[in-house]
């Protein structure tokens, strides 16, 4: 099966009308139901809304990449538009682009909607595929692309496939208060540290952290306050996360299997990953991440 055949000219927007992503979303959702491809619009309108953004959409440089695991289908669909004018996703640095592919799956075709989705993926990120789709007047013209032909979701999955990016890094003379509070900020309980190449310098964490702040902890009062020496010594606010950063860090490449770094995270008992290309960091691979994406809710490996 190529790529193609995940297609239709009913369900290819050509000009897609739409504002913002979230609007484009909900006009190539609309043609999936119109098109006669979706057996329950309920169903798949509450998995949308029950689905996180940041798991939903994939970026790549040329479109966006929308898609859902549902039982509102019986198999992998796919919807194509292109907007007259780029359109952004949520928040003020969110990235533009006129290509928007929805993919739609049933929760059992985990393995081969996660390919589809690398598929078109790695499709348009080519910049003659994106110069071609965004100058196409019509569906059918959209369609005739020959690339959709030559382009299959078969074949192993790769990180840089399911890896999260881009990623937010530290640098490794930010003051240690300030790194903490970008954990924080951010919920995550790692950042890679960059140096000014990008290069992986090391790994700040919350067990990093806590293994340079608890030997030099007074005595822990009740409700978890610190009491005797008042907190950190006052020269501890000036150390930054150079000094306290995982320097040995086992970072993994974009063009590694998913299987293989699934076998690295249960014999080296690493919960992360830096992803790397050249050196420079790309990406960011987490055990949940793998969870996530492998899995995801209603999969049947987790049904009763």
């Not at 954990?183 to 990093?208: I, N, T």
């Not at 501890?236 to 995982?246: A, G, K, L, P, Q």
Request: with cysteine.
């Amino acid at each position: 099966m190529n790529l193609r055949a995940l297609l239709a000219v009913d369900r290819t927007l050509v000009p897609l009308p739409a504002a913002n992503l979230e609007e484009a979303i909900g006009r190539l959702l609309e043609a999936c139901v119109t098109s006669g491809a979706v057996r329950d619009p309920a169903r798949l309108a509450a998995d949308v809304r029950g689905t996180h953004a940041a798991d939903a959409v994939a970026v790549v440089p040329g479109a966006f990449l929308p898609h859902y695991r549902t039982e509102a289908v019986d198999g992998l669909v796919a919807a194509l538009g292109v907007t007259a004018q780029p359109v952004a996703g949520a928040g003020r640095k969110a990235r533009k682009a006129r290509l928007i592919l929805l993919l739609l799956a049933p929760p059992r075709a985990a393995a081969t909607y996660l390919q589809a989705v690398a598929a078109f993926s790695r499709l348009l990120q080519r910049p003659d595929v994106v110069a071609a789709l965004t100058a196409s007047p019509d569906p059918a013209a959209a369609l005739a692309l020959p690339a959709f032909d030559a382009a299959s979701p078969a074949g192993p999955l790769l990180v840089r496939d399911v890896m999260t990016t881009p990623v937010r890094s530290l640098k490794p003379d930010l003051p240690l208060p300030a790194a903490a509070q970008e954990l924080l900020r951010l919920g995550v309980e790692a950042m890679p540290v960059v140096g000014p190449e990008g290069e992986v310098l090391g790994l700040f964490s919350h067990e990093a952290l806590l293994t340079f702040l608890l030997p030099r902890q007074g005595e822990w009062g009740a409700g978890g306050a610190v009491r005797g020496a008042g907190g950190a010594e006052p020269e501890d606010r000036s150390r930054t996360v150079r000094e306290v950063m995982t320097r040995r860090v086992l970072c993994v490449a974009e063009d590694q299997t998913v299987a293989e770094v699934a076998q690295l995270l249960l014999a080296k008992h690493v919960d992360r990953f830096p992803v790397v290309r050249d050196g420079r960091l790309t990406g960011f691979l987490t055990r949940a991440d793998l969870v996530r994406r492998l899995l995801g809710p209603g999969a049947p490996a987790l049904q009763a």
